[in-house]
């Protein structure tokens, strides 16, 4: 079966930094693309940050050098951090899978069946 387990979430003030990550298990993780969707409050899900199995990286422009998509093949674990926090980055984060190599979708409703997914975890960020 298919599992992504989400870690790391939490409430910071502005400014501050969080370390998400995002075990992976039922699937050959080396050969597939992962990413990081949030959906903040009221919207549906937005793209942050993607990286595919050869290590090339994608980023939103509202998160460009202040967030950093890592992963660690040993380990079938992604990890999304995440820096110079803003309240405007207060969002579920949900770990994405693309296991058929498709393009990923900049924005959708949360959760679809096209990506396995990881089961969200809330980040805060007050001011």
């Known amino acids: 079966e298919v599992q992504l387990v989400e870690f790391g979430g939490g409430s910071v003030q502005a400014g501050g930094s969080l370390r998400l990550s995002c075990t992976a298990s039922?699937?050959?993780?080396?050969?597939?693309?992962m990413g990081w969707y949030r959906q903040p409050p009221g919207a549906e899900c937005e793209l942050v940050s993607t990286i595919s199995a050869d290590g090339t990286t994608y980023y939103a422009d509202s998160v460009q050098g202040r967030f950093t998509i890592s992963q660690d093949n040993a380990k079938n674990t992604v990890f999304l951090q995440m820096n110079t926090l803003q309240p405007e980055d207060t969002a579920v984060y949900y770990c994405?899978?693309?296991?058929?190599?498709?393009?990923?979708?900049?924005?959708?409703?949360?959760?679809?069946?096209?990506?396995?997914w990881g089961q969200g975890t809330q980040v805060t960020v007050s001011s």
């Open positions: 039922g699937f050959t993780f080396d050969d597939s693309n």
């Open positions: 994405a899978a693309d296991q058929h190599g498709g393009r990923w979708a900049v924005r959708l409703p949360c959760r679809v069946p096209a990506y396995s």
